[in-house]
């Protein structure tokens, strides 16, 4: 697949760099059902691409989540996300060839919802950290998760970069939207365990970092 006026590559992290959405899918509601037991387990998969604060009021507002505060709530989650899915997690496939392929070529962006603790526990897990220009989080944009466009265009000023000459990767239908409103190409990774996001919005997909050509 060949992207056409490619100067910039960002990546999502979560189902792209990492292959998390396998546990996030086995057991991503236990701790948000803790705290809202309002919640139900089919809109596990709107979870995605949302940043912990935007959980949060989520989880107040339309699941009536009472007596948690939202430090509590948001330090809670970091916790069980290390413990339940990125300490189990593994690199995409390919992901690391694709890397040192484009590394040196294009500036190399990750803009994540995920909080800089996981972006950290992520690079420093996998010493992938060199091949990235600039680590984006939602913390970085005052909590604003996909699919508002905010991480995708810090990270775009973040390199110099134009917002229609970066490419965009991407597993949920948050994060294919909020590509999209930043007016990037935007790709769907599908990841064997995405089948349930909606990836019309994108304008193309793929399953292999392979068949990705952006020499």
């Not at 949302?50 to 948690?68: A, F, K, N, P």
């Not at 995409?92 to 995920?114: C, T, V, W």
């Not at 973040?158 to 790709?187: K, R």
């Amino acid at each position: 697949m060949q992207i056409p006026n490619l100067k910039a590559v960002i990546f999502d992290m979560d189902g792209v760099i990492v292959d998390t959405e396998r546990f996030w899918r086995e057991s991503g509601d236990v701790y948000v059902r803790s705290c809202a037991p309002k919640f139900p387990k089919e809109h596990q998969k709107y979870l995605s691409g949302r940043s912990l604060q935007d959980i949060y009021h989520w989880m107040v507002s339309d699941y009536e989540m009472t007596g948690i505060e939202k430090e509590a709530f948001i330090q809670g989650f970091l916790d069980f996300g290390i413990e339940h899915v990125f300490s189990k997690c593994d690199l995409s496939p390919g992901l690391i060839h694709f890397l040192e392929r484009i590394h040196g070529k294009y500036p190399i962006a990750l803009a994540s919802a995920s909080p800089h603790v996981w972006i950290d526990w992520v690079m420093a897990k996998f010493d992938i950290k060199k091949y990235f220009d600039v680590l984006v989080s939602a913390d970085d944009v005052a909590g604003k998760g996909k699919p508002a466009p905010d991480i995708f265009l810090h990270a775009a000023a973040q390199i110099n970069t134009a917002p229609e000459d970066c490419l965009v990767i991407e597993d949920s239908s948050h994060g294919i939207a909020a590509g999209v409103a930043a007016g990037m190409h935007t790709l769907a990774y599908l990841n064997g365990y995405n089948d349930h996001q909606d990836h019309s919005q994108a304008h193309g997909e793929f399953g292999d970092f392979e068949s990705l050509t952006v020499e």
